[in-house]
Antibody, heavy 114, light 107 residues
Framework: QLVESGGGLVQSGGSLRLSCVAS????????MGWVRQSPGKGLEWVAN????????FYVDSVKGRFTVSRDNARNSLFLQMKSLRAEDTAVYYC?????????WGQGTPVTVSS | DVQMTQSPSTLSASVGDRVTITCRAS??????LAWYQQKPGKAPKLLVY???TLQSGVPARFSARGSGTEFTLTISSLQPDDFATYYC?????????FGQGTKVEIK
């Protein structure tokens, strides 16, 4: 199970930190990621991180502004978001890849007001 | 990043119709392709993983196949519960990119 938190309303230029707590499997064994969906739009991959946190990957639109990290001791994934823009408004989903299957959380909404 | 091109963007069909959605990758993604169904206000629901394996509980009217860069999702006989938006997702590379989505509407 994946449970996201930390979403909310933030002003343009502000920061927000999303969290995702995982349960049920050994957290440190799996790639994790974030996907978002803006209102009325499709799904957009945002960032991934490998099992020990040594490799991070981002979609171009968030590079330099977002940072993905994990704490394997706390079974937690994070997304630190800075310099937020109106176009970052979306529901953010936490994902876990377990072999051939990707599992999703229920999402946390982020609204950036201009 | 691998680009995924999904078609059509909208599909109008009737209950009982056979419908097919196509997803093309800009480079081979091997068999690392998933299909999701999404309804308004809900998280995507996994239908198919590893190109053609139905997730547990998914009705057998759904089927999927692929060939490295071209993939299809077929619903053999559309049911009222199937009207939704469908997405493909590749997870062969470090990025897990999506197609643009196909909205299946009632004709």
């Amino acid at each position: 199970q994946l449970v996201e938190s930390g979403g909310g309303l933030v002003q343009s230029g502000g920061s927000l930190r999303l969290s995702c707590v995982a349960s049920g499997l050994t957290f440190r064994n799996f790639w994790m990621g974030w996907v978002r969906q803006s209102p009325g739009k499709g799904l957009e991959w945002v960032a991934n991180i490998n099992q020990d946190g040594t490799e991070e990957f981002y979609v171009d639109s968030v590079k330099g502004r977002f940072t993905v990290s994990r704490d394997n001791a706390r079974n937690s994934l994070f997304l630190q978001m800075k310099s937020l823009r109106a176009e970052d408004t979306a529901v953010y989903y936490c994902l876990r890849r377990v072999g051939p299957v990707i599992f999703w959380g229920q999402g946390t909404p982020v609204t950036v007001s201009s | 990043d691998v680009q995924m091109t999904q078609s059509p963007s909208t599909l109008s069909a009737s209950v009982g119709d056979r419908v097919t959605i196509t997803c093309r990758a800009s480079q081979s993604v091997s068999s690392w392709l998933a299909w999701y169904q999404q309804k308004p206000g809900k998280a995507p629901k996994l239908l198919v993983y590893r190109e053609s394996t139905l997730q547990s509980g998914v009705p057998a009217r759904f089927s999927a196949r692929g060939s490295g860069t071209e993939f299809t999702l077929t619903i053999s006989s559309l049911q009222p519960d199937d009207f939704a938006t469908y997405y493909c997702q590749q997870y062969n590379s470090y990025s897990w990119t999506f197609g643009q989505g196909t909205k299946v509407e009632i004709k």
